[in-house]
């Protein structure tokens, strides 16, 4: 993965940065440092290649480029279009799709362009149809007035927050549930699992413009055959948000029903979660809605980064390889070996396990917050992250769980064993902390108190492991 080159690159390009700002060498110094000694298990990260992430730092990030491929607003784009182009294309191979847009900056943008698009899709080209203008400009103020009633008061169905959707699904506070008429579903209370027949309901009552399917905390898979049979018994438009999942779909591990790709008529994802690119977003969409996907910046999006495009259109060439999919499918496997590791050792999982590359851990079983768990868990060198669990009593800040994920240590060359020893230490952890109180002495849902020796005990146990598993082994700074 890494050689000596790359250690000369990194260690000159380190000092060039230092001669105007050597703090921000240090931190990026530091934060190799950082994450070498400790275990990710943040679900939503990972470690891209140097090959990825040497792409990022050039001068394609000097250059200006709104519009598409072949058609931009500013002249010499000739090699912003060849990346642009290629990670398209890598995209459009990799997971089938007939139409992909590389441009988003992050996820979150991916979705708006998503929502964008379908809105335009849907109900701008209809309304200019029945006003009888061929595009905007045609309009007059009565008309925008009648265009805005209609691309506003739409309705949009996702998952909720706590069952383990994402805010950009119609949280209300968001902006996609400030937008759109929302409504959520959930998971059942009992197994914790989606219940597609209590979702065909709502869509039936609801008739939704927009059905999303996709999460960023549920630990299983998704039938999307079902869910588009649902988005088209009502009419809707099936959008999948795969940020999470991308590298299980790329890596042919979901495969048939639990492909998006097919099924969704627009399928949002980033780039740099299990998917392991730069962090980015990427639009794939069926033929009939990529003139209004392409129209996503600059009506949504701001100017696209030639430097991201690229390292996109690297991370994906790495994710067409056929040891891709060796890792994925690892991805999966040890996310089944960390939840039987919790589970043979009496811990409450939302769901009772996993089949996908996170667990989600009900930590209220010991005594504590995820808030509180997830400090204890750093002091001891475990990174993870608080997370709702379905009807949380502690809400969306304190919370009751611990969310995990799998694709960063799997990069490293975490397996079996592994990841059944990092459930025992954070078991280890979780069981020496107890709540803390408040400076007046009330109970406090932040505050704990880890027993001594216990963070520096699980410290040296993980790093022996992370020892034989180096994070971009070869690469020297010194
Ligand atoms: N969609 C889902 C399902 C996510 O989990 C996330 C991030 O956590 C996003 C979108 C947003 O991605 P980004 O942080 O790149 O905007």
């Known amino acids: ?18 001669e105007v700002e050597p703090r921000v060498a240090e931190a990026t110094r530091q934060e190799l440092a950082d994450q070498r000694g400790s275990l990710k298990l943040i679900a939503s990260e990972n470690y ?20 598409t491929v072949g058609h931009r607003f500013y002249a010499g784009c000739q090699n ?55 595009n905007v400009n045609d309009l007059t103020e009565a008309d925008w007035e009648t265009l805005r009633g209609e691309l506003g008061n739409q309705r949009l169905l996702g998952m909720s927050l706590d069952a383990g959707g994402h805010l950009t699904h119609g949280f209300r506070p968001n902006i996609s549930g400030k937008m759109f008429h929302q409504q959520q579903y959930g998971t059942d209370p009992t197994t914790g699992l989606l219940d597609y027949d209590v979702v065909a309901a709502k869509a039936r009552e609801f ?88 129209r996503g910046c600059p009506m949504v999006l701001g100017g696209p980064l030639g430097h991201v495009m690229a390292a996109k259109a690297v991370a994906l060439a790495e994710a067409r390889r056929p040891e891709f999919r060796v890792y994925a499918q690892q991805v999966a496997d040890n996310a089944k070996s960390l939840a039987d590791g919790f589970l043979s050792r009496g811990a409450t999982l939302v769901t009772g396990g996993t089949d996908n590359h996170l667990v989600l851990l009900d930590v209220s079983s010991f005594g504590l917050t995820g808030r509180q768990a997830e400090s204890a868990l750093l002091d001891a060198g475990v990174v993870t992250n608080r997370n709702a669990v379905p009807a949380d009593p502690h809400g969306a800040w304190y919370t009751s769980g611990i969310r995990l994920g799998t694709p960063a240590l799997t990069t490293r060359g975490f397996g079996h064993d592994e990841f059944d020893r990092v459930a025992e230490l954070m078991i280890e952890v979780l069981r020496s902390t107890s709540p803390g109180t408040t400076s007046t002495g009330a109970p406090s849902k932040a505050t704990y108190r880890l027993a001594d020796g216990v963070a520096d005990r699980v410290r040296a146990a993980a790093a022996e492991m992370l020892d034989n598993h180096p994070l971009y082994p070869g690469l020297d700074l010194a």
């Open 1 to 18: 993965m890494t050689d000596a080159r790359t250690s000369a690159i990194y260690r000159q390009a380190l000092e060039v940065i230092a």
């Open 48 to 67: 891209a290649s140097p090959a990825v992430l040497l792409t990022m730092g050039t001068w394609l990030s000097d250059k200006y480029a709104e519009g």
């Open 80 to 134: 912003i279009d060849t990346v642009e182009a290629l990670a398209a294309e890598h995209a459009r191979e990799l997971f089938g799709a007939p139409y992909a847009y590389a441009q988003p900056h992050s996820g979150i943008d991916a979705n708006l362009v998503a929502f964008w698009s379908i809105l335009a899709h849907r109900i701008e080209g209809p309304t200019l149809a029945r006003l009888g203008a061929k």
């Open 207 to 294: 008739r939704p413009l927009v059905l999303i399917a996709g999460y960023s905390a549920y630990p299983r898979r998704v039938d999307f055959a079902r869910m588009r049979e649902i988005a088209d018994e009502v009419g809707a438009t099936l959008m999948v948000d795969m940020a999470h999942f991308a590298g299980l779909v790329a890596g042919k591990v979901f495969t048939g029903d639990e492909d998006p790709v097919p099924f969704a008529h627009v399928t949002t994802t980033t780039t740099h979660k299990s998917l392991r690119g730069p962090r980015g977003g990427l639009v794939l969409a069926q033929e009939e809605y990529a003139p209004s996907v392409d």
